[in-house]
Protein backbone atom coordinates (compact mmCIF):
# COMPACT_ATOMS: atom_id res chain seq x y z
CA UNK A 1 0.00 0.00 0.00
CA UNK A 2 2.63 2.32 1.06
CA UNK A 3 4.54 1.82 -2.09
CA UNK A 4 1.64 2.27 -4.35
CA UNK A 5 1.02 5.53 -2.77
CA UNK A 6 4.30 6.53 -3.45
CA UNK A 7 3.70 5.40 -6.81
CA UNK A 8 1.21 7.86 -7.06
CA UNK A 9 2.18 10.64 -5.54
CA UNK A 10 5.70 10.44 -7.49
CA UNK A 11 4.01 10.04 -11.08
CA UNK A 12 1.34 13.03 -10.38
CA UNK A 13 4.29 15.06 -9.26
CA UNK A 14 7.02 14.02 -12.36
CA UNK A 15 4.10 14.27 -14.99
CA UNK A 16 3.21 17.72 -13.52
CA UNK A 17 6.73 19.13 -12.94
CA UNK A 18 8.05 17.41 -16.69
CA UNK A 19 4.69 18.19 -18.80
CA UNK A 20 6.64 21.48 -20.49
CA UNK A 21 9.44 19.14 -21.48
CA UNK A 22 7.68 16.45 -22.61
CA UNK A 23 5.32 18.85 -24.46
CA UNK A 24 8.95 19.56 -26.23
CA UNK A 25 9.75 16.55 -26.87
CA UNK A 26 6.51 15.56 -28.72
CA UNK A 27 6.99 18.61 -31.17
CA UNK A 28 10.10 17.50 -31.94
CA UNK A 29 8.74 13.72 -32.41
CA UNK A 30 6.34 15.27 -34.31
CA UNK A 31 8.44 17.45 -36.59
CA UNK A 32 10.81 14.89 -37.47
CA UNK A 33 8.35 12.05 -38.52
CA UNK A 34 4.97 11.69 -39.32
CA UNK A 35 3.24 9.31 -36.29
CA UNK A 36 2.10 9.02 -33.10
CA UNK A 37 3.90 10.88 -30.52
CA UNK A 38 3.90 7.79 -27.84
CA UNK A 39 5.03 4.44 -29.11
CA UNK A 40 2.05 1.43 -27.57
CA UNK A 41 3.01 -2.34 -27.37
CA UNK A 42 1.63 -5.29 -25.72
CA UNK A 43 3.08 -6.10 -22.06
CA UNK A 44 2.40 -8.37 -19.82
CA UNK A 45 1.78 -6.86 -16.24
CA UNK A 46 0.94 -8.31 -12.70
CA UNK A 47 -0.62 -11.54 -12.67
CA UNK A 48 -0.40 -12.17 -16.34
CA UNK A 49 -2.66 -9.32 -17.66
CA UNK A 50 -1.42 -7.47 -20.75
CA UNK A 51 -1.48 -3.73 -21.05
CA UNK A 52 -0.20 -1.53 -23.34
CA UNK A 53 3.00 0.35 -22.43
CA UNK A 54 3.53 3.97 -22.87
CA UNK A 55 6.75 4.98 -24.35
CA UNK A 56 7.68 8.59 -26.54
CA UNK A 57 8.28 6.92 -30.23
CA UNK A 58 11.89 7.03 -31.53
CA UNK A 59 11.09 4.93 -34.53
CA UNK A 60 9.47 5.77 -37.91
CA UNK A 61 6.25 4.41 -38.05
CA UNK A 62 6.87 0.93 -39.80
CA UNK A 63 6.55 -3.01 -38.18
CA UNK A 64 9.38 -4.64 -37.00
CA UNK A 65 11.18 -6.82 -39.50
CA UNK A 66 10.34 -10.38 -39.15
CA UNK A 67 7.91 -9.59 -36.45
CA UNK A 68 10.78 -9.53 -34.05
CA UNK A 69 10.27 -7.43 -31.13
CA UNK A 70 13.76 -6.41 -30.46
CA UNK A 71 15.91 -3.07 -31.75
CA UNK A 72 19.10 -2.93 -31.78
CA UNK A 73 21.88 -0.05 -31.75
CA UNK A 74 21.56 1.45 -35.86
CA UNK A 75 18.54 0.35 -36.35
CA UNK A 76 17.76 2.04 -39.81
CA UNK A 77 14.13 3.52 -38.42
CA UNK A 78 15.63 4.76 -35.55
CA UNK A 79 15.06 8.47 -35.82
CA UNK A 80 17.64 11.32 -35.09
CA UNK A 81 15.21 12.14 -32.05
CA UNK A 82 14.65 8.94 -31.39
CA UNK A 83 18.39 8.15 -30.79
CA UNK A 84 19.27 10.79 -28.68
CA UNK A 85 15.99 9.20 -26.27
CA UNK A 86 17.05 6.06 -26.29
CA UNK A 87 20.47 7.33 -25.28
CA UNK A 88 19.39 9.45 -22.55
CA UNK A 89 16.29 7.27 -21.69
CA UNK A 90 14.22 10.04 -21.63
CA UNK A 91 11.87 7.60 -23.87
CA UNK A 92 11.32 5.60 -21.00
CA UNK A 93 9.56 8.88 -18.89
CA UNK A 94 6.21 8.52 -20.47
CA UNK A 95 5.63 5.14 -18.54
CA UNK A 96 4.92 7.73 -15.90
CA UNK A 97 1.45 7.22 -17.08
CA UNK A 98 1.28 3.46 -16.65
CA UNK A 99 2.49 4.22 -13.00
CA UNK A 100 -0.26 6.84 -12.46
CA UNK A 101 -3.03 4.21 -14.06
CA UNK A 102 -1.63 1.12 -11.92
CA UNK A 103 -0.62 -0.83 -14.66
CA UNK A 104 3.29 -0.28 -13.83
CA UNK A 105 5.73 0.90 -10.61
CA UNK A 106 8.67 3.02 -10.38
CA UNK A 107 10.72 0.50 -9.46
CA UNK A 108 9.98 -3.27 -10.48
CA UNK A 109 10.76 -5.69 -13.03
CA UNK A 110 10.83 -4.38 -16.69
CA UNK A 111 7.37 -5.70 -17.95
CA UNK A 112 8.00 -8.06 -21.33
CA UNK A 113 6.55 -8.92 -24.18
CA UNK A 114 4.02 -11.81 -24.33
CA UNK A 115 6.72 -13.78 -26.75
CA UNK A 116 9.58 -13.96 -24.33
CA UNK A 117 7.52 -14.10 -21.48
CA UNK A 118 6.15 -17.69 -22.67
CA UNK A 119 10.32 -18.18 -22.05
CA UNK A 120 10.03 -17.69 -18.40
CA UNK A 121 11.23 -21.19 -16.72
CA UNK A 122 7.19 -22.37 -15.46
CA UNK A 123 8.79 -22.66 -11.81
CA UNK A 124 9.50 -18.80 -11.81
CA UNK A 125 6.59 -17.66 -13.65
CA UNK A 126 4.11 -16.88 -10.82
CA UNK A 127 6.66 -15.04 -8.85
CA UNK A 128 8.09 -13.10 -11.60
CA UNK A 129 4.46 -12.04 -12.64
CA UNK A 130 3.47 -11.77 -8.97
CA UNK A 131 4.37 -7.77 -8.70
CA UNK A 132 3.38 -5.00 -10.57
CA UNK A 133 6.48 -4.33 -13.66
CA UNK A 134 8.80 -1.22 -13.30
CA UNK A 135 10.33 1.68 -14.99
CA UNK A 136 13.49 0.91 -13.66
CA UNK A 137 15.23 -2.03 -12.20
CA UNK A 138 18.55 -3.97 -11.43
CA UNK A 139 18.67 -5.23 -14.98
CA UNK A 140 18.19 -1.72 -16.49
CA UNK A 141 21.55 -0.90 -14.84
CA UNK A 142 23.02 -4.30 -15.51
CA UNK A 143 22.11 -3.73 -19.20
CA UNK A 144 21.98 0.05 -19.64
CA UNK A 145 23.61 -0.95 -22.98
CA UNK A 146 21.88 -4.02 -24.43
CA UNK A 147 21.28 -2.15 -27.73
CA UNK A 148 24.82 -2.51 -28.39
CA UNK A 149 25.03 -5.66 -27.25
CA UNK A 150 22.44 -7.05 -29.21
CA UNK A 151 23.85 -5.34 -32.17
CA UNK A 152 27.30 -7.40 -31.84
CA UNK A 153 25.35 -10.84 -31.91
CA UNK A 154 24.67 -12.64 -35.21
CA UNK A 155 21.24 -13.73 -33.55
CA UNK A 156 19.89 -10.55 -31.68
CA UNK A 157 16.92 -13.10 -30.66
CA UNK A 158 18.79 -15.67 -30.02
CA UNK A 159 21.17 -14.05 -27.91
CA UNK A 160 18.61 -11.87 -25.66
CA UNK A 161 16.83 -15.01 -25.07
CA UNK A 162 19.33 -17.48 -23.98
CA UNK A 163 21.88 -15.16 -22.34
CA UNK A 164 20.14 -11.92 -21.51
CA UNK A 165 16.49 -12.76 -20.69
CA UNK A 166 18.16 -15.55 -18.44
CA UNK A 167 20.34 -12.60 -16.33
CA UNK A 168 17.42 -10.23 -16.01
CA UNK A 169 15.12 -12.86 -14.53
CA UNK A 170 17.84 -13.51 -11.99
CA UNK A 171 18.13 -10.13 -11.19
CA UNK A 172 14.08 -9.96 -11.08
CA UNK A 173 13.98 -12.79 -8.45
CA UNK A 174 15.88 -11.52 -6.01
CA UNK A 175 14.05 -7.81 -6.43
CA UNK A 176 10.56 -10.03 -5.60
CA UNK A 177 12.20 -11.79 -3.11
CA UNK A 178 13.31 -8.60 -1.09
CA UNK A 179 11.01 -6.02 -1.58
CA UNK A 180 12.08 -3.50 0.82
CA UNK A 181 11.58 0.49 0.04
CA UNK A 182 15.50 0.48 0.64
CA UNK A 183 16.23 -1.47 -2.23
CA UNK A 184 13.36 0.51 -4.19
CA UNK A 185 15.81 3.73 -3.48
CA UNK A 186 18.84 1.80 -4.26
CA UNK A 187 17.16 1.22 -7.87
CA UNK A 188 16.74 4.94 -8.07
CA UNK A 189 20.14 6.15 -7.25
CA UNK A 190 21.98 3.71 -9.47
CA UNK A 191 19.39 3.93 -12.14
CA UNK A 192 20.40 7.99 -11.93
CA UNK A 193 23.98 7.65 -11.53
CA UNK A 194 25.03 4.88 -14.02
CA UNK A 195 21.92 5.20 -16.88
CA UNK A 196 21.03 8.97 -16.70
CA UNK A 197 24.30 10.67 -15.94
CA UNK A 198 26.94 8.86 -18.35
CA UNK A 199 24.64 9.25 -21.57
CA UNK A 200 24.13 13.03 -20.72
CA UNK A 201 26.35 15.38 -22.96
CA UNK A 202 29.47 16.13 -20.83
CA UNK A 203 29.41 19.71 -19.80
CA UNK A 204 33.04 20.36 -20.29
CA UNK A 205 32.49 19.10 -24.00
CA UNK A 206 28.98 21.50 -24.14
CA UNK A 207 31.13 24.85 -23.19
CA UNK A 208 34.24 23.93 -23.68
CA UNK A 209 35.03 24.02 -19.82
CA UNK A 210 37.86 20.84 -19.59
CA UNK A 211 40.96 23.57 -18.90
CA UNK A 212 38.16 26.44 -17.11
CA UNK A 213 38.77 26.76 -12.98
CA UNK A 214 34.96 26.59 -12.58
CA UNK A 215 34.95 22.79 -11.45
CA UNK A 216 38.10 23.50 -9.41
CA UNK A 217 35.96 26.48 -7.34
CA UNK A 218 33.19 24.02 -7.33
CA UNK A 219 34.96 21.18 -6.28
CA UNK A 220 36.83 23.54 -3.29
CA UNK A 221 33.75 25.45 -2.35
CA UNK A 222 31.22 22.43 -2.51
CA UNK A 223 33.91 20.46 -0.09
CA UNK A 224 34.18 23.03 2.57
CA UNK A 225 32.73 22.52 5.38
CA UNK A 226 32.09 25.77 7.40
CA UNK A 227 29.71 26.85 9.98
CA UNK A 228 27.84 29.01 8.14
CA UNK A 229 27.71 26.25 5.21
CA UNK A 230 24.68 24.88 7.54
CA UNK A 231 22.91 28.12 7.81
CA UNK A 232 22.86 28.47 3.73
CA UNK A 233 21.54 24.95 4.04
CA UNK A 234 18.50 25.68 6.37
CA UNK A 235 17.58 28.49 4.17
CA UNK A 236 17.75 26.53 0.70
CA UNK A 237 15.38 23.96 2.90
CA UNK A 238 12.98 26.52 4.06
CA UNK A 239 13.08 27.83 0.34
CA UNK A 240 12.80 23.91 -0.88
CA UNK A 241 9.64 23.73 1.63
CA UNK A 242 7.70 26.79 1.24
CA UNK A 243 7.87 25.68 -2.77
CA UNK A 244 6.63 22.51 -2.10
CA UNK A 245 3.28 23.72 -0.55
CA UNK A 246 2.61 26.29 -3.35
CA UNK A 247 3.62 22.85 -5.65
CA UNK A 248 1.04 20.75 -3.45
CA UNK A 249 -2.06 24.01 -4.35
CA UNK A 250 -1.14 23.68 -7.84
CA UNK A 251 -1.29 19.70 -7.98
CA UNK A 252 -4.70 20.28 -6.04
CA UNK A 253 -6.34 22.68 -7.91
CA UNK A 254 -4.41 23.46 -10.95
CA UNK A 255 -3.42 26.26 -12.82
CA UNK A 256 -6.51 28.46 -12.79
CA UNK A 257 -7.97 28.03 -9.24
CA UNK A 258 -4.16 28.02 -7.83
CA UNK A 259 -4.40 31.68 -6.18
CA UNK A 260 -8.16 32.15 -5.96
CA UNK A 261 -8.64 28.82 -4.14
CA UNK A 262 -6.36 29.85 -1.49
CA UNK A 263 -7.57 30.91 1.57
CA UNK A 264 -6.13 35.31 2.50
CA UNK A 265 -4.43 33.32 5.78
CA UNK A 266 -2.93 30.70 3.44
CA UNK A 267 0.70 32.56 3.40
CA UNK A 268 0.93 32.66 7.13
CA UNK A 269 0.34 29.35 7.44
CA UNK A 270 3.28 28.51 5.19
CA UNK A 271 5.65 30.22 7.02
CA UNK A 272 4.30 28.65 9.81
CA UNK A 273 4.45 25.12 8.42
CA UNK A 274 8.10 25.93 7.03
CA UNK A 275 9.12 26.95 10.55
CA UNK A 276 7.49 23.45 12.00
CA UNK A 277 9.72 21.87 9.20
CA UNK A 278 12.98 23.28 10.10
CA UNK A 279 13.02 23.36 13.60
CA UNK A 280 12.52 18.99 13.28
CA UNK A 281 15.13 18.85 10.50
CA UNK A 282 17.42 20.38 13.33
CA UNK A 283 16.22 18.28 15.86
CA UNK A 284 16.64 14.81 13.03
CA UNK A 285 20.12 16.31 12.04
CA UNK A 286 19.68 17.05 8.53
CA UNK A 287 21.56 20.62 8.41
CA UNK A 288 24.57 18.57 9.86
CA UNK A 289 24.53 15.99 6.94
CA UNK A 290 27.02 16.91 4.21
CA UNK A 291 25.12 17.18 0.67
CA UNK A 292 27.87 15.66 -1.55
CA UNK A 293 27.49 12.60 1.14
CA UNK A 294 24.12 11.60 0.77
CA UNK A 295 23.00 8.43 1.26
CA UNK A 296 20.15 6.33 2.80
CA UNK A 297 20.67 7.20 6.18
CA UNK A 298 20.01 10.81 5.14
CA UNK A 299 17.15 10.08 3.63
CA UNK A 300 16.02 8.29 6.56
CA UNK A 301 15.92 11.59 8.80
CA UNK A 302 14.75 13.82 6.07
CA UNK A 303 11.44 11.30 6.09
CA UNK A 304 11.25 11.31 9.44
CA UNK A 305 11.50 14.78 9.84
CA UNK A 306 8.87 15.75 7.07
CA UNK A 307 6.55 13.04 8.40
CA UNK A 308 6.73 14.35 11.89
CA UNK A 309 5.90 17.76 11.18
CA UNK A 310 3.97 17.19 8.15
CA UNK A 311 1.25 15.38 11.31
CA UNK A 312 2.12 18.69 13.50
CA UNK A 313 1.01 21.29 11.08
CA UNK A 314 -2.04 19.46 9.84
CA UNK A 315 -2.59 18.87 13.43
CA UNK A 316 -2.57 22.61 14.01
CA UNK A 317 -4.37 23.63 11.28
CA UNK A 318 -7.46 21.16 12.12
CA UNK A 319 -6.98 22.13 15.87
CA UNK A 320 -7.19 25.94 14.62
CA UNK A 321 -10.47 25.03 12.46
CA UNK A 322 -8.81 26.64 9.34
CA UNK A 323 -10.65 25.27 6.94
CA UNK A 324 -9.73 26.99 3.98
CA UNK A 325 -6.59 24.95 4.23
CA UNK A 326 -7.33 22.08 1.58
CA UNK A 327 -6.84 18.53 3.15
CA UNK A 328 -4.93 17.22 0.38
CA UNK A 329 -2.30 19.77 0.91
CA UNK A 330 -1.82 18.71 4.34
CA UNK A 331 -1.33 15.32 3.21
CA UNK A 332 0.84 15.55 0.07
CA UNK A 333 2.71 18.19 1.40
CA UNK A 334 5.11 15.51 3.40
CA UNK A 335 5.52 13.64 0.55
CA UNK A 336 6.49 16.31 -1.70
CA UNK A 337 8.63 17.89 0.40
CA UNK A 338 10.72 14.31 1.11
CA UNK A 339 11.20 13.97 -2.93
CA UNK A 340 12.51 17.38 -3.39
CA UNK A 341 14.85 17.81 -0.38
CA UNK A 342 16.32 14.48 -1.05
CA UNK A 343 16.60 14.96 -5.60
CA UNK A 344 17.64 18.58 -4.33
CA UNK A 345 21.22 16.60 -2.29
CA UNK A 346 21.48 13.85 -4.77
CA UNK A 347 21.78 16.49 -7.34
CA UNK A 348 23.98 18.87 -5.41
CA UNK A 349 26.40 15.31 -4.57
CA UNK A 350 25.81 14.28 -8.62
CA UNK A 351 27.94 17.74 -9.38
CA UNK A 352 29.89 17.61 -6.88
CA UNK A 353 31.76 14.38 -7.62
CA UNK A 354 31.65 15.72 -11.38
CA UNK A 355 33.92 18.62 -10.19
CA UNK A 356 36.15 15.85 -8.46
CA UNK A 357 36.81 13.41 -10.93
CA UNK A 358 37.53 16.35 -13.09
CA UNK A 359 39.93 18.39 -11.04
CA UNK A 360 41.88 15.13 -10.06
CA UNK A 361 42.18 14.35 -14.31
CA UNK A 362 40.50 11.70 -14.31
CA UNK A 363 39.96 10.47 -18.13
CA UNK A 364 37.51 7.58 -19.24
CA UNK A 365 34.84 5.54 -17.59
CA UNK A 366 34.57 5.46 -13.69
CA UNK A 367 35.71 2.50 -11.56
CA UNK A 368 33.13 1.88 -8.65
CA UNK A 369 34.47 -1.44 -6.73
CA UNK A 370 33.08 -3.61 -4.01
CA UNK A 371 36.22 -4.40 -1.30
CA UNK A 372 36.02 -7.84 0.40
CA UNK A 373 37.57 -7.79 3.89
CA UNK A 374 36.77 -4.94 6.29
CA UNK A 375 39.77 -4.88 8.56
CA UNK A 376 42.94 -2.57 8.01
CA UNK A 377 43.66 -3.10 4.73
CA UNK A 378 40.66 -2.50 3.57
CA UNK A 379 40.52 0.77 5.64
CA UNK A 380 43.60 1.84 4.09
CA UNK A 381 42.36 0.88 0.85
CA UNK A 382 39.18 3.10 1.20
CA UNK A 383 41.56 6.23 2.20
CA UNK A 384 43.29 5.89 -0.55
CA UNK A 385 41.11 5.55 -3.54
CA UNK A 386 37.10 6.02 -2.72
CA UNK A 387 36.56 9.33 -4.68
CA UNK A 388 39.87 9.86 -6.11
CA UNK A 389 41.14 9.14 -9.40
CA UNK A 390 37.60 8.12 -10.38
CA UNK A 391 37.24 5.22 -7.93
CA UNK A 392 33.95 5.24 -6.01
CA UNK A 393 33.78 1.98 -3.10
CA UNK A 394 30.49 1.29 -3.35
CA UNK A 395 30.43 -1.50 -0.05
CA UNK A 396 32.53 -3.22 2.22
CA UNK A 397 31.81 -6.93 2.82
CA UNK A 398 33.00 -9.09 5.61
CA UNK A 399 32.40 -12.19 7.59
CA UNK A 400 32.96 -10.73 11.36
CA UNK A 401 29.11 -9.98 12.60
CA UNK A 402 30.53 -7.54 14.45
CA UNK A 403 31.04 -5.66 11.81
CA UNK A 404 28.32 -5.52 10.00
CA UNK A 405 26.58 -2.32 9.56
CA UNK A 406 29.92 -0.55 10.61
CA UNK A 407 31.01 2.70 7.97
CA UNK A 408 34.55 2.96 7.16
CA UNK A 409 36.01 5.95 5.72
CA UNK A 410 32.53 6.51 4.29
CA UNK A 411 31.38 2.99 2.70
CA UNK A 412 29.31 0.82 4.71
CA UNK A 413 30.22 -3.03 5.90
CA UNK A 414 26.63 -4.48 3.42
CA UNK A 415 27.11 -8.15 4.43
CA UNK A 416 29.23 -10.97 3.92
CA UNK A 417 31.77 -12.37 1.51
CA UNK A 418 29.28 -14.73 0.38
CA UNK A 419 26.61 -11.83 -0.24
CA UNK A 420 29.39 -10.41 -3.25
CA UNK A 421 27.15 -12.69 -6.13
CA UNK A 422 23.90 -10.94 -5.41
CA UNK A 423 22.49 -8.37 -7.92
CA UNK A 424 21.94 -5.44 -5.63
CA UNK A 425 25.32 -5.15 -4.57
CA UNK A 426 26.42 -5.85 -7.92
CA UNK A 427 23.86 -3.29 -9.79
CA UNK A 428 26.36 -0.22 -11.13
CA UNK A 429 30.20 -2.11 -9.80
CA UNK A 430 32.56 -2.33 -12.47
CA UNK A 431 35.31 -4.18 -10.07
CA UNK A 432 35.75 -6.42 -6.93
CA UNK A 433 39.08 -5.85 -4.49
CA UNK A 434 39.81 -7.93 -2.41
CA UNK A 435 41.60 -6.67 0.52
CA UNK A 436 42.38 -9.82 3.17
CA UNK A 437 46.21 -9.84 2.44
CA UNK A 438 46.37 -10.92 6.66
CA UNK A 439 43.87 -13.93 6.43
CA UNK A 440 44.70 -18.10 5.52
CA UNK A 441 45.35 -18.72 2.24
CA UNK A 442 42.45 -20.90 1.79
CA UNK A 443 39.76 -18.03 3.08
CA UNK A 444 41.90 -15.67 0.52
CA UNK A 445 41.43 -18.09 -2.52
CA UNK A 446 37.58 -18.77 -1.44
CA UNK A 447 37.41 -14.51 -2.07
CA UNK A 448 39.21 -14.54 -5.19
CA UNK A 449 37.22 -17.12 -6.65
CA UNK A 450 33.61 -15.86 -5.46
CA UNK A 451 34.94 -12.58 -6.90
CA UNK A 452 35.54 -14.08 -10.22
CA UNK A 453 31.94 -15.50 -9.94
CA UNK A 454 30.93 -11.91 -10.69
CA UNK A 455 32.04 -11.04 -13.81
CA UNK A 456 33.65 -8.19 -12.76
CA UNK A 457 37.15 -7.06 -13.23
CA UNK A 458 38.46 -8.49 -9.80
CA UNK A 459 41.90 -7.24 -8.07
CA UNK A 460 43.41 -7.95 -4.85
CA UNK A 461 45.88 -6.37 -2.07
CA UNK A 462 48.53 -8.78 -1.89
CA UNK A 463 50.07 -10.33 1.56
CA UNK A 464 51.34 -8.21 3.56
CA UNK A 465 51.26 -4.92 1.46
CA UNK A 466 51.32 -1.66 2.23
CA UNK A 467 48.86 -0.17 0.17
CA UNK A 468 49.76 3.25 -1.35
CA UNK A 469 47.47 3.51 -3.50
CA UNK A 470 45.14 2.02 -6.33
CA UNK A 471 47.61 0.61 -9.14
CA UNK A 472 49.44 -1.22 -6.72
CA UNK A 473 46.54 -3.64 -6.07
CA UNK A 474 47.41 -6.01 -8.77
CA UNK A 475 44.47 -7.97 -11.08
CA UNK A 476 43.78 -11.68 -10.08
Not at 119 to 140: C, M
Not at 269 to 296: D, I, Q
Not at 324 to 331: D, I, T
Not at 350 to 355: D, I, K, N
Request: aromatic content about 8%; hydrophobic content about 50%; charged content about 20%.
Amino acid sequence: MFKRFVDVVASAAGLLLLAPFFALIALAIKLESPGPVFFRQERVGRHGRPFRIFKFRTMTVAPPSGGVPLTVAGDARITRVGAFLRKSKLDELAQLIDVLRGTMSLVGPRPEVPRYVAHYPPEWRERLLSVRPGITDFASVRYRDENELLAQAHDPEREYIEVILPTKLQYALHYVDRPTFANDLRVIGLTLSTVFVPTLPSPTRMFGMNDSKLWVWLDQTMSALRPRNRAVAMAVDAAVILACWHLTYLFRLGFERWQPGRPWYDDYVSLGVVLCYLVFLALTGVPRGLWRFFGFDDFKRIALACLLAGTISAVAVLMAQLTGVARAVLLLHPLFCILTLSLARMAYRMVWEQARSLTSGVEGEPRRAIVLGAGEAARRLVGTIHRRDGWTVLALLDDDPAKQGLRIGGVTVQGTIADVVLPHLLAGATHVIVAMPGVAAERRERAIELARQTGLAVMSVPPRMEVHDAPEAVPT
